[in-house]
């Protein structure tokens, strides 16, 4: 299989630590991507089974390079490795504690410009304003540094709410969050190339897309 890099739409740029509201141009982004040599992305979502999520795909015993999105963090195995962190609320404090907390090798991603402990940003290659949720960034960085595969998990786009759902207030609005309003774009990507790599575990996005096999995992 050719590798997706014609499919890519955003461009990456490196976040100067000292003056993290400052960046400059990444020519390559396949430089971003770990010397594992992986070819299949995993992305872990903040889905209400997420775990279940991963214990299924861990029955591959397939290796795969680990993206994190938002406060998955807290719920990944300590003992896993997390290559990439990103969060579509960068700017905000909670993410940018999560950031913060992620250990060296963690490459962190972000596409707001405010956005402090975040390593690279990533920005639309045409002048369209950036309007997608955390989980379709996180597939286009996945498009752009070149995997060949990208799972995800704990990514339903469903009702069923975060992990994390049972200790927010009872006021919080994130209690009952719908992704379902977000299925348009998952459709629309579906049916587009880029559809052919990706997979998903469970949920609406496992219709949309499909779940993974053994083989599949291992057809590159």
């Keep these: 299989m050719n590798e997706p890099k014609f499919l890519s739409t955003i461009e990456p740029y490196q976040i100067d630590p000292e003056r993290w509201w400052a960046d400059r141009p990444i020519e390559d982004p396949?430089?971003?991507?770990?010397?594992?040599g992986r070819d299949v992305l995993l992305i872990v979502g903040d889905g209400r089974d997420v775990l279940n999520d991963l214990d299924r795909f861990l029955a591959f015993e397939e290796p795969a390079d680990l993206m994190a999105m938002n406060f998955s963090p807290k719920i990944i195995p300590a003992t896993w490795h997390i290559d990439h962190y990103i969060a579509g609320d960068s700017h905000t404090s909670s993410m940018q504690k999560v950031a913060g907390e992620m250990p060296a090798g963690t490459l962190r991603h972000c596409w707001n410009q405010n956005s402090k402990h975040f390593d690279i940003r990533w920005s639309r290659n045409s002048s369209k304003p950036w309007n997608g949720t955390t989980l379709?960034?996180?597939?286009?960085?996945?498009?752009?540094?070149?995997?060949?595969?990208?799972?995800?998990?704990?990514?339903?786009?469903?009702?069923?709410?975060n992990w994390y759902k049972d200790t927010l207030p009872e006021n919080d609005i994130k209690r009952g969050k719908d992704h379902t309003a977000h299925l348009w774009k998952?459709?629309?990507?579906?049916?587009?190339?880029?559809?052919?790599?990706?997979?998903?575990?469970?949920?609406?996005?496992?219709?949309?897309?499909?779940?993974?096999?053994?083989?599949?995992l291992q057809d590159v």
Excluded: H
């Design 136 to 161: 379709n960034l996180g597939v286009k960085i996945g498009i752009a540094l070149g995997y060949l595969k990208i799972v995800l998990a704990g990514c339903p786009m469903d009702t069923s709410g």
């Design 30 to 36: 396949a430089s971003l991507k770990p010397a594992t």
């Design 186 to 216: 998952w459709t629309e990507i579906a049916s587009r190339p880029i559809g052919r790599f990706i997979r998903s575990m469970s949920g609406n996005t496992a219709q949309l897309f499909g779940e993974p096999t053994k083989e599949w």
